[in-house]
């Protein structure tokens, strides 16, 4: 499934996107005045292989839950239970992913991928190809099964993951992508959860760009400054230990990643495949998706940067994939929630393609 989704993706389509350059031009608004607007469009075209691109509509987010061995080495404040724990509560729709979500008219998808503690009970689905087709339900919370194994090893001993199970997880995300593309959605979003997993998060970002741990890694949930050092330092310690290489994608995640983190490689990969665009969160995300473009290089087409983190690796990230981010509020919560923000940003950009007049149809003069 991974070789096939990554042979799938192709360019973008420079016709598409010179037909969207140029309707710009025709449109009753001084050139370029829709500022980054306008070449958001016109890559959604690019993605699309047509103009106007379809609207993001319907929109579906997809949050990966795992938990992280790395836990064991004092990196967070926040007991492990909270990721099952706040599964509970996604389901419950009382997360600010949820109420973001409502805002948007957004189905929220909560995939288990490797949460160590037993999640909660609730409408739990296994992957559609066993269960029929997914209906899109904004009103509705889902949970799929799709477990690869309870929480990674501990990075800053051993391997995160071993090669199949990394492999297993962005195999699970590819396969959330085609289940929600099948099902309507226009435009994925993606979510995470899992405490500590800015730690695995850290170690993908210097990984993939070569930064320095100091510069890769953030404060997370906000630890204080014994902690912090304690996260850089273990950051360090498992890139010389594992000495990951950039070049082989499966083997840095298996490495120092996360099951969270792979399976949003995989979405993106995915989506990509079926060029349909994926609106990326936080730092979570964006180290994803550097795995995701060391797999595919072409799949950074379908990434758009909702938001910058307050995490300084996300900057690092954004800046190695080339990509300006939507919008800046100093958000660091993950789930998903920066990426719903931006998401009217991402529909507004495509709707002035459909709706907005040319000056020949509406009678105006042009300068």
Known sequence: ?????????????????????????????????????????????????????????????????????????????????????????????????????????????????????PTPAGPVQPAAETSGPVVLDPSTPRLVAASVRRGTRDLAVTAALTRDEARAAVQTGIRIAGELIDAGAAILLTGDM???????????????????????????????????????????????????????????LAAVGGLEHAALAGLILGAAARRTPVLLDGVIAVSAALAAAAFAPDAVGAMVAGHRSAEPGATVALRHLGLDPLIDLGLRLGEGTGALLALPVVTGAVRVLHEVATFDSAGVAEK
């Not at 389901?91 to 805002?103: D, E, H, I, P």
């Not at 210097?206 to 330092?233: E, N």
Request: hydrophobic share 45%; net charge negative; aromatic share 4%.
């Open 1 to 117: 499934m991974l070789e096939t989704t990554i042979a799938a993706i192709q360019p973008p389509d420079e016709s598409a996107m010179a037909d969207a350059r140029a309707l710009h031009g025709r449109l009753t608004k001084p050139a370029g005045s829709l500022g980054a607007l306008e070449e958001l469009s016109v890559r959604l075209a690019g993605l699309a292989g047509t103009c106007p691109p379809p609207l993001p509509e319907p929109a579906a987010v997809a949050i990966f839950a795992g938990d992280h061995g790395v836990h064991a080495q004092g990196v967070t404040p926040w007991p492990q239970e909270v990721t099952g724990q706040m599964i509970g509560n996604f389901l419950a729709g009382g997360a600010v992913v949820n109420a973001f979500a409502r805002q948007a008219g957004a189905s929220v998808t909560v995939v288990d991928v490797g949460v160590a503690t």
């Open 194 to 252: 899992g405490i500590g997993n800015t730690t695995p998060a850290a170690a993908l970002i210097a990984a993939f760009t070569g930064a320095d741990p100091l510069d890769a890694t953030g404060r997370g949930t906000g630890v204080d400054d014994p902690t912090y050092a304690r996260k850089v330092a273990v950051v360090r310690a498992a890139l010389a230990r594992h000495t990951p290489d950039p070049a082989d994608p499966l083997g840095v």
